[in-house]
């Protein structure tokens, strides 16, 4: 009878079953993609959309290895690491993808302070043009604490974690996704460039060189596409996916079911952020986007005159996506790593998010009291996150390849030579970003 039950749930409709998925989908595609994709387009066009296919590609082969991990082994991944390699290799697992968490909310805590300076600012303080910078960083920073505040308040007061927040996320994606792509649809592209963006190639103005030191300072051609890597293919939030599969509940009996989810998840997050790089690079092309303002002209077909205010709207709500989820990761991870119980709803797990949510806080405020521009730091902020990706993807690739763990289940050759393209792309990746934060130390 528990076998039949057990097929009864693999059969319902896929689309009810959907959650863990959405849930990375949303934590990955935050404030700082919606800009760093804006940027893209506005810089390169139409030139870069084959890379968001290939970081698609290999975003879902590394969700449905964690998805798999989690199914199959019946426990989370660092679970499974402490049990095969000890406790100190779970915690620095737990670690470091905390590290990853507080450099992301760092670039959400920017975001959100940049969308609050178009639309908040002007209507509780007036025309933020007649005030003094600092004036402005101390009414941003004061938002920005009493909106972390609030963040963590909620978080103490949900009971089932993580129920309410696959709710609100699958109404989120809904409502991003077809207000992008009515804008998308109204604005026209050109078809022949979007077919040619598909073709892999470098645009002209974009080079491999490595960092160097000029007259303006420090030069990174690559750092724009660092972001943009690491915001599209988050190792971090991939590897999260064997603890969302615990959290739903799935068994094997779930396994293909782990695999649709993964898949629907990657095509969520791939179309959002192709959209907007698209708009912009139908809209933007060759504009400096470095402004909310130039960047909310994007959807001036579908908004019009208020294109500024809604946009802000917007760029709040997309805040909110990853913000409570992306500091939860880092909490839930941690708390796994240290062998303390690791369900969203635990105590450890809260509380660890607490810190993750704290530190990026900190670090944003201490960036707005800079000369340094939001939009740069925000860019600056993602392409730190992938400095500890090759460890995720290490952990992840060999979990899924061990034979006591998966048994019959391990990787197969198409997963293993996917996954091995993956980690070398994030070990270069980290490598360069590795490099460019040494030059600037230094």
Known sequence: ???????????????????????????????GSLLISSNVGARYGYELLWLLVVTGVLMGTFMTMAARVGVVGQATPCTLIARRLGRPAAAVIGIN?????????????????????????????????????????LISTGFLIAFNGLV???????????????????????????????NLLVIRPDLGGLLRGLVPGL?????????????????????????????????????????LVREKGWTIGDYRRGIGDSIAGVAVLTSISAIIMITSGTMLRGKEANDIGVLATQLGPLLGSATR???????????????????????????????????????????????????????????????????????????????????????IL??????????????????????????????LTAARVLYLLILRLT
């Open 309 to 395: 205010i809604l946009f802000s709207v917007g760029l709040f709500a997309v805040a909110m996506n990853p913000f409570v989820i992306n500091a939860m990761i880092g909490g839930t991870i941690l708390a796994d790593g240290l062998g303390k119980p690791a369900r969203m709803s635990d105590p450890w797990p809260r509380r660890f998010t607490v810190v993750v949510l704290l530190i990026g806080m900190g670090v944003a405020m201490i960036v707005l009291h800079t000369p340094v521009k939001k939009i740069d730091a925000i860019i600056f902020g993602q392409a730190l996150t992938v400095i500890g990706n090759p460890l995720m993807a290490a952990a």
């Open 203 to 243: 645009p002209e103005n974009l080079s491999l060189a490595l960092p160097q030191r000029g007259e303006a300072g420090i030069v990174d051609p690559m750092v724009l596409v660092a972001s943009l890597l690491g915001t599209t293919f988050s190792v971090a939030a991939a590897f999260f996916q064997g603890n």
């Open 1 to 31: 009878m528990e076998q039949e039950g057990v097929v009864a749930v693999a059969r319902t409709p896929w689309w009810r079953s959907i959650g863990p998925a959405l849930i990375t989908a949303c934590v990955v595609f935050g404030p």
């Open 398 to 427: 060999w979990l899924a390849n061990h034979k006591g763990i998966m048994g019959d289940r391990r990787n197969t050759v198409l997963l293993n030579v996917l996954g091995s393209i993956g980690f070398l792309v994030v070990l």
């Open 152 to 182: 963590i308040g909620s978080i103490f007061a949900l009971r089932q974690v993580y129920k309410g927040l696959e709710r609100i996320m699958k109404i989120m994606v809904a409502v991003i996704l077809s207000c992008f792509l009515i």
């Open 97 to 137: 993808l905390c590290l990853i968490c507080a450099a992301f909310q760092f670039s959400n805590n920017l975001a959100v302070a940049t969308a609050f300076d178009s639309l908040g600012v002007k209507c509780l303080f007036g025309d933020p043009a007649h005030m003094t910078a600092q004036k402005q960083n």
